[in-house]
């Protein structure tokens, strides 16, 4: 059974920083796309960063300057460095991993983890 666990998340003042952490565990063959996704209350989820197997990353507008993501594909981890946070980057912050599972090393699965809470405030 594959699992993404987070970690990282909690509370800080506008300006400061706070590294997430997200490791992937079980039965998998090999893992492609990992990246952070993020939802406030009342609004839609959104993408804030992917980083593909190969080392290639994209951010959300909104993030790009401030957050810097990084993977370690030997501990199947991904990292998300936040710099200059602001009240608006106040969510609740999935990391998102695409990977085929060894059971079913042809199709290419979506896995979640539970979340992390990142609160911005004064």
């Known amino acids: 059974q594959v699992q993404l666990v987070e970690s990282g998340g909690g509370s800080v003042q506008p300006g400061g920083s706070l590294r997430l952490s997200c490791v992937a565990s079980?039965?998998?063959?090999?893992?492609?796309?990992m990246g952070w996704y993020r939802q406030a209350p009342g609004k839609e989820r959104e993408l804030v960063a992917v980083?593909?197997?190969?080392?290639?990353?994209n951010y959300g507008d909104s993030v790009k300057g401030r957050f810097s993501i990084s993977r370690d594909n030997a501990q199947k981890a991904v990292y998300l460095q936040m710099n200059s946070l602001k009240p608006e980057d106040t969510a609740v912050y999935c990391c998102?991993?695409?990977?085929?599972?060894?059971?079913?090393?042809?199709?290419?699965?979506?896995?979640w983890g539970q979340g992390t809470q990142v609160t911005v405030s004064s």
């Open positions: 980083v593909t197997a190969g080392g290639s990353t």
């Open positions: 079980g039965s998998i063959f090999s893992i492609d796309d």
């Open positions: 998102n991993a695409v990977l085929r599972p060894l059971e079913r090393i042809w199709n290419r699965s979506t896995y």
